[in-house]
């Protein structure tokens, strides 16, 4: 007889939080990747997140991966812009937003929902990965603003989600997540403002002023997540998608940057770095 006493079994919550701590280790990994061999995989990889963004979107709103032209129209119109965006061609990617947005709309005419929900989601996929892209593209400073700003998010996102889990406290806005709290609010911005000031001092950036700009943008980031969750609030979802393990799906994971991407955009323009 064995007498050894049996192992407690992992809670399903101790599961999800391994699991989404290697995903992160694993997304983490691959952005660093990513930079590091720069043109074009930088330019490739925010064109494959916008389009992943668009597909969960239009399965969201449809409640299908079905595909059907209006979300083929959708997904194909993130691509152009963003590639339009990573060849330096400002211009003809607004273009093509305005065009495909009238498209996907007589595309998506038979239903109500679709005709508003689906262009709006093309605007929420292609605008801040087009913002995001053209500040690698601009050059100087810009890969730096681009780099910071997707530390901060992330690890403002961590630092939310650690302290909202572990510490508790009031909730921040209950009718739309009843998960985020203040404290989580609070830690979320601290955290993206610790990375921020540890990551610019390898850069070109002036450290007083992305002291005055970090808080600024890890808050912007927890705006943009809980527009997020409004959104899927909105149809009844929890996740966007299972792509990514513990995570979600890629709008579940990227969904502060669509705010901060225009943010740090005026960051960039206004020179003030």
């Not at 989600?161 to 209950?174: Q, R, S, T, V």
């Not at 001092?201 to 007083?208: A, D, E």
């Not at 393990?245 to 579940?252: A, K, Q």
Request: hydrophobic content about 55%; some cysteine; aromatic content about 10%.
């Amino acid at each position: 007889m064995n007498n050894t006493p049996d192992q407690p079994p992992k809670t399903a919550g101790t599961d999800r939080l391994l699991i989404r701590f290697l995903t992160g280790i694993a997304a983490t990994v691959f952005g660093l990747v990513v930079f590091g061999i720069g043109t074009p995989l930088v330019q490739l990889a925010g064109m494959a997140i916008a389009m992943v963004v668009a597909y969960e979107w239009s399965v969201i709103v449809r409640k299908s991966s079905r595909p059907s032209p209006s979300m083929l129209a959708m997904i194909i119109a993130v691509g152009a812009m963003t590639g339009l965006t990573a060849l330096g061609q400002f211009l003809p990617a607004a273009l093509v937003l305005a065009g495909s947005l009238a498209a996907c709309t007589a595309l998506a005419y038979r239903s109500p929902v679709e005709r508003f929900w689906l262009p709006l989601g093309m605007v929420y996929a292609a605008v801040p990965w087009s913002l995001l892209i053209a500040l690698f593209v601009l050059g100087g400073v810009g890969p730096w603003i681009l780099f910071i700003g997707l530390s901060l998010v992330i690890n403002a996102d961590i630092a939310a989600y650690f302290a909202g889990k572990h510490l508790g406290g009031p909730k921040l806005a209950p009718v739309i997540s009843p998960a985020k709290t203040w404290i989580g609010l609070l830690m979320g911005v601290a955290g993206g403002y610790v990375v921020a000031q540890v990551m610019v001092t390898w850069s070109p950036l002036t450290p007083w002023t992305l002291a005055l700009a970090a808080p600024v943008f890890a808050a912007i980031s927890q705006l943009s997540d809980l527009m997020e969750s409004s959104f899927k609030r909105r149809f009844g979802v929890k996740d966007a998608s299972k792509l990514l393990p513990g995570h979600g799906g890629v709008m579940d994971r990227m969904d502060g940057m669509t705010l901060t991407s225009v943010a740090l955009m005026v960051f960039y323009l206004s020179g003030w770095y």
